[in-house]
Nanobody, 124 residues
Framework: QVQLVESGGGLVQAGGSLRLSCAAS????????MGWFRQAPGKEREFVAA????????YYRDSVKGRFTISRDNAKNTVYLQMNSLKPEDTAVYYC?????????????????WGQGTQVTVSS
C-alpha cells in the first residue's frame, strides 16, 4: 500500500516556475515507478512525466519536454516535478502516481495509486 500527498501548487504568471512535491508513505516506495498526471477542467486526465524506480529513466509528454523535470529522492520517499517556463495551458490539477512496472504509467496511462491532487494555475 502506498499513500501519496502532493504539495507545491499555486498561482503563477506565465513564464514563471513552480516545484511540485509528492510525499509517499510505505516501505516499498523505492520499488515503484513514479509519475505525474494532470487534468484540466472539461478534459481527460493526461500523462505528464514519469521516472523509474532508480531514477535512471525519465519520460515526458511532448508539450512539457525541455520545461519540466521529474526527479526523486528515495531516501526521503519523495518525487518532484520542477516546472519552468509555465504556460496558461499548463493550468490543471496535478496528480502524483505510483505504479509497477513503469509501463503502467507511460504506456497504459494508468496508475496503481493516486494522490489527491494539487491545483496549478498559470495566468497570462
Amino acid at each position: 500500500q502506498v499513500q501519496l500527498v502532493e504539495s507545491g501548487g499555486g498561482l503563477v504568471q506565465a513564464g514563471g516556475s513552480l516545484r511540485l512535491s509528492c510525499a509517499a508513505s510505505g516501505r516499498s516506495f523505492s520499488t515503484y515507478a513514479m509519475g505525474w498526471f494532470r487534468q484540466a477542467p472539461g478534459k481527460e486526465r493526461e500523462f505528464v512525466a514519469a521516472i523509474s524506480w532508480s531514477g535512471g529513466s525519465t519520460y515526458y509528454r511532448d508539450s512539457v519536454k525541455g520545461r519540466f523535470t521529474i526527479s526523486r529522492d528515495n531516501a526521503k520517499n519523495t518525487v518532484y516535478l520542477q516546472m519552468n517556463s509555465l504556460k496558461p495551458e499548463d493550468t490543471a490539477v496535478y496528480y502524483c502516481a505510483a505504479a509497477r512496472p513503469i509501463a503502467v504509467l507511460t504506456t497504459l496511462k494508468k496508475s496503481d495509486y493516486w494522490g489527491q491532487g494539487t491545483q496549478v494555475t498559470v495566468s497570462s
